[in-house]
């Protein structure tokens, strides 16, 4: 996370607090809300409900109904809403609920929301943020458990952030508020910190008072290490940094990049990485196929693969719908276990 | 007050001899019925083996998720969505319908799949997550199949409705007489698919039977908030179908007009449009904590079990014997679907990867 | 006949001052006019200047296609959907708005864009392709983004609705009457994005007009087989908002009920929808064969243009000699937008990255 | 192209005749439709106009309307109605006119079509194929010309077949419909021979009269050579091939893999030429990132980046919306001057 541009506020500096990932994301939020009238937040149980995974948790008490609106369950219109209050000039938040749901508002995000400053030659902007929860482990199966990230990342015109900690959920949303354009910020509901939900150890960070941005495009070194490089994101991130943590005491340096965005890409940190350590892991709580991992792979090979001094491997779904049990589903997520014998063959 | 709502919205609505006539003498709660004893026997014991079904997945559900509720934690992990009080839409309308008749239900499906005669032991198994389930433990309670009677059901709001015109439309071409009958909720009927089913139904002349469940809320986000109109079966109108709301959660309403649409569909006279206005007793899921609700101290006032069991009482038709039995009959029954599931066992790992592809 | 057709299911829409009253003597092509001659002109001309547009694409884009019809060939590539008969429905909307009202328009936009008042140079130069088009050559002709006026277009049927509403919604919040009209295809009126957005708009009371163009066709699906009910402005009730169809293609009853519908809007009296019952005289796109149409020969007699030219000479409202004046000036008119088009570069190839991103 | 499984026909073998490809794949469809009284088809204008992309021409006249039906433009309705009649037995073959426009009904593909089968355990069986017209080339534009090939193979439950040829859309329409799972058969506008579309010299090719399938999940070595593989599919191949005969004149000897299909995706065969040239390019007119490029690279390094004797190239859509102007789509599709380029630049 880095703090840029934003000059330093009146009051004396607050140092930072432990906050939840969720706390942080509604703070970063709060403080852009305070800050310019034109930012509004609307989805389906975003205001009483305060969000189901507390992504708005007292918004509504603070900023009133007008700008933290609840909306039927019309995906398809709400968004293309969005949409038109962006170019409009506001500058709206709109949450997906699950980002399964995609499927029913798909044309608006993809043909519209993206395409709409590329196909008017940069004449129209359509600055907002598309808020979305993924991610399993909690048994919610096929159709409420998908990451999709690839699928948003492959199609052009949105930005794609994701969040692993709660200083870049609080920075990313700051920045993705403010960028020109529509970004899709996806937050991992076991890292958000729920209180009915297990969790990892790492949910809670230290998160900066004041507002701050987070740079969209800028992959963060979470561990810095020697021997393997470890490319992932939002809740594999605390997964990685686990078995990194575990592999020290075996002698084995792990350093663990965590993306942060998709779109842009940050190809030089991979590449970068990769370069120093010859030895290539990527962990992708999304399909395998088609998606991520394979983007990351191509990426450093496509530049050099002489640098790889192993096959890289990885550890993500194996193409197979979310199953619900509990030892199916654990057995298709990347799990610390799967992360750790990964790390271990490309390591020979 | 009429139970029966006609819709005053059918003008495009075919009439004649299929058409259904339904401005008889009101019927409701408080008319006299115009059902025999043992139909309103069944419609009552359909609904205590449903509520005594949910009570225990309830029970099984909250058992080892303490200290603090932890939502993947336990036997019956996940998101668990109870239809207590809904029981009036299910039994009625289920009543009608054979097992060769398609039934797809919303990712509250419970009471629709026991109404329907999914199979209990392998649905609970499913619930369990356990290999002897309906999906092997692949699907879970949002994804419930059982293929015997046409059952299935989408964790996905109104989605439900598109793939039960594909059942209808089988049953037509194939020559059978089966009907298809497509339920989701007030808060789904403001989704594209929808409209789009209704007006397809109307053009290829389906035998469909849409059903609203109007529980008058969808999570936090109440009626008024999301739907533009009072009333869901006036939107038949814009389809050119009959149209009916049933108010007051009443059993014996839903059948009556069930019983129409359904034999409508069945002998060829296309789709209809059904709104219940029944009652989300519970949470939209198990651990909602409900504080945006005004009404939950009235609730077991209106509770749909209780007030039919003291009608069918009053009537002289159930007497507390009977009530016992009912009750120890559905308990039983149920125990004997939760002792199956939890004696099936937990899915293997290594076939994680299974079933993808046929 | 009556040419404004009153939907018989306006029972949920709000009444009041607000209302539109349009229940007075009848109107339409045969009826004496009640709008004033220069009002009529106006409309006459702008409903000219489409079609000396749309004549004049016509003819470019088939001029180097020869010999064999290659549709990615020429100084215009790619479909091309001309809205010929259509210019009733743009001129009567259109002849309400301000530039800083929003009209989203469908896959066949130029006569909706031309009567909003887009700039017709750089619109051509769209459609050419050119670097000086309204998106530099980025977008063609289903895409014309013209910020000036809010005007905008998308080649997915009915999708351009949703964002009429947050155009809408963005008027309302920052306090102005701007209001925001979007424009769909009967055939596309079966689509998700009809329903949803209508509810929406009700709920929300955001000043938005739908309007329908039924032209009797979505390529070559008729009517009847793609919607379920004759009367989409039926569908109005669905949605608690006002509902009108108007019969004939009278551009003056187009004018009138739009007129109420944009006031209402613009007064805060929430969304209205209107159908027009309009024309296709040409194919869906250019080239198509319509061997699918028993219509093309009586097509001519129902020509909005001579019709509505006739209509205003009997009335003694224009003579021969401002007959010719307007087609001269139309003619010219294009032409000019036509030699901007050609003069403008052709985009260089090495920015075929820019703006994907602000 | 593989002849299987079919009995040799009562009648005298007919030779093969040398059709367009959207003949061929109405052979396929019409063969099927004669035999099996469950198959029927269905979407929008594919009766009295015959499929905008001739896909269906002729089959109203020969199946009536019963089979062969005209759909409202309401695609969520039409593709769950495909899936509820697959389930109950029937085996519908239903078109998304255009795969761009896959954002309004995707919902029901993705999550209902593709996942039926895995959630109930391999109960329920949804036998059905979804056809759609892909790809540019014909100035289109953004919402009109897309690929998108990679989105649909990232999410699983669906098969995805791409022919190039028209022996192979004929084979594999034959193969899609006779599958008992759900189908996805993308045909490009460019290849189908149409009248009215300039076309490449390779769109006519033989096709055998009688039916036959093409196995799904096997790639064609479309050209066999010895120094670069070529890894593409669709349009792509006919111009892999046109430029491998010119660089054969340069002594540069190109193997052309036709994958055919993208799921399931024949590894081995990308592998095995791969490892013979050391060489690779993947074409691909689906958008770069995230989608099949990667994914043919990933495959080949997590075995063995050491058979790499150059980094793979890629040519591919450059994350850009699909430009309106002729100059702007030519430079951002993959023709035969990039696919050139590419191969000069990995054979160094
Ligand atoms: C397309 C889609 N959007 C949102 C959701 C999340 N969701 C699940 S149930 C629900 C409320 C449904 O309300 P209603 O249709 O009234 O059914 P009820 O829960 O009251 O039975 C919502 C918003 C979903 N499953 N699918
Ligand atoms: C979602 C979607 N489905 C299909 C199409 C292809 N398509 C373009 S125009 C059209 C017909 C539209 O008919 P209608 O809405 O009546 O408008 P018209 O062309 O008659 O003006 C179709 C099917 C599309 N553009 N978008
Ligand atoms: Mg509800
Ligand atoms: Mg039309």
């Not at chain 2, 398609?102 to 290999?131: Q, W, Y």
């Not at chain 2, 092997?136 to 996905?156: Q, T």
Request: hydrophobic share 45%.
């Amino acid at each position: 996370m880095t703090l840029v541009e934003e000059p330093a506020s009146q009051a004396a500096p607050v140092p930072p607090r432990r906050l939840t990932m969720a706390k942080a994301m509604v703070e970063g939020i709060s403080a852009e809300m305070e800050r310019d009238d034109a930012v509004f937040y609307m989805g389906e149980d975003v205001g009483a409900y305060g969000g189901i995974f507390a992504s708005t948790t007292g918004l509504l008490e603070r900023f009133g109904p007008e700008r933290v609106r609840d909306t039927p369950i019309s995906e398809t219109a709400f968004m293309g809403l969005a949409t038109g209050a962006a170019v409009e000039g506001m500058r709206p938040i709109v949450e997906l609920m699950f980002a399964d749901f995609f499927g029913v508002c798909m044309d608006q995000i993809y043909n519209h929301m993206a395409k709409i400053h590329f196909e008017s030659g940069g004449n129209v902007k359509v600055p907002l943020v598309l808020t979305s929860a993924v991610g399993g482990g909690y048994s919610d199966a096929a159709q409420h458990s998908q990451c999709l990230w690839g699928t948003f990342a492959h199609l052009p015109g949105m930005k794609v952030v994701v969040p692993s900690t709660p200083a870049d959920a609080k920075g990313l949303m700051i920045a993705a508020i403010r960028d020109d354009n529509p970004v899709m910020y996806l937050f991992h509901k076991g890292a958000m910190g729920l209180a009915w939900m297990s969790k990892t150890g790492r949910a809670l960070g230290d998160v900066p008072a004041d507002a701050y941005e987070t740079p969209i495009g800028k992959a963060a070194v979470a561990r810095s290490g020697r021997d393997v490089t470890v490319v992932t994101v939002s809740l594999s991130v605390h997964h990685a940094l686990d078995v990194a943590d575990e592999l020290a005491a075996d002698g084995i340096d792990v350093e663990v990049l965590d993306l942060r965005s998709l779109v842009p890409l940050d190809r030089e940190a991979i590449f970068e990485s990769v370069g120093r350590t010859g030895r290539l892991v990527v962990v992708d709580e999304d399909y395998q196929s088609f998606g991520m991992s394979g983007e990351v792979m191509a990426t450093v090979v496509e530049r050099d693969p002489s640098v790889l001094a192993a096959p890289p491997v990885r550890v993500a779904v194996p193409d197979v719908p979310i199953p619900y049990a509990r030892s199916l589903e654990q057995a298709v997520l990347p799990t610390p276990e799967r992360i750790r014998s990964a790390i271990e063959r490309v390591m020979g | 007050m009429a139970a029966v709502a006609r819709s005053d919205q059918r003008l495009d609505a075919p009439t004649g001899p299929d058409a259904p006539s339904h401005l008889d003498a009101p019927t409701g709660p408080d008319a006299p019925s115009r059902l025999d004893a043992p139909t309103r026997l069944d419609l009552y014991r359909t609904m205590v083996l449903i509520r005594t079904f949910e009570e225990r997945i309830r029970q099984e559900y909250h058992a080892d998720k303490t200290p603090g509720f932890d939502i993947g934690a336990g036997k019956i992990p996940g998101e668990m969505h109870l239809a207590a009080g809904q029981e009036p839409v299910a039994a009625g309308v289920c009543a009608h319908l054979r097992p060769s008749d398609a039934l797809t239900a919303t990712h509250r499906p419970h009471h629709l799949a026991i109404a329907h005669g999914v199979d209990l032991a392998k649905m609970a198994a499913e619930i369990f997550g356990r290999e002897g389930g309906l999906g092997h433990g692949r699907g879970g309670h949002m994804h419930l199949f059982d293929p015997a009677v046409h059952f299935s059901c989408s964790g996905i709001i109104a989605e439900g409705l598109p793939p039960a015109l594909g059942q209808a439309f089988a049953f037509r071409q194939r020559g059978t007489d089966g009907v298809a009958v497509a339920v989701t909720g007030e808060g789904a009927a403001n989704q594209g698919a929808f409209h789009e089913s209704l007006n397809l139904a109307t053009l290829w002349q389906l035998p469909v039977v849409f059903v609203v469940e109007d529980n008058d809320w969808a999570i936090s986000v109440p009626r008024h908030a999301s739907t533009a109109i009072g009333d869901n079966a006036r939107r038949a109108a814009a389809y050119a179908m009959p149209g009916e709301r049933i108010e007051d959660n009443d059993v014996e309403a839903v059948y009556e007009a069930a019983g129409r649409a359904v034999e409508r569909a069945r002998a060829g006279g296309g789709p209809s449009l059904l709104e219940v206005h029944t009652l989300r007793l519970w949470g939209h899921f198990e651990g909602d904590p409900q504080t945006y609700r005004t009404d939950l101290a009235t609730l077991d006032e209106v509770d749909p079990i209780p007030r039919y069991r003291r009608r069918l009482m009053e009537a002289g038709e159930l007497d507390q014997a009977q009530v016992e039995q009912i009750a120890a009959d559905a308990a039983a029954e149920v125990d004997r679907a939760v002792q199956f599931a939890l004696a099936s066992p937990v899915p293997d790992p290594s076939t994680a990867t299974a079933y993808v592809f046929a």
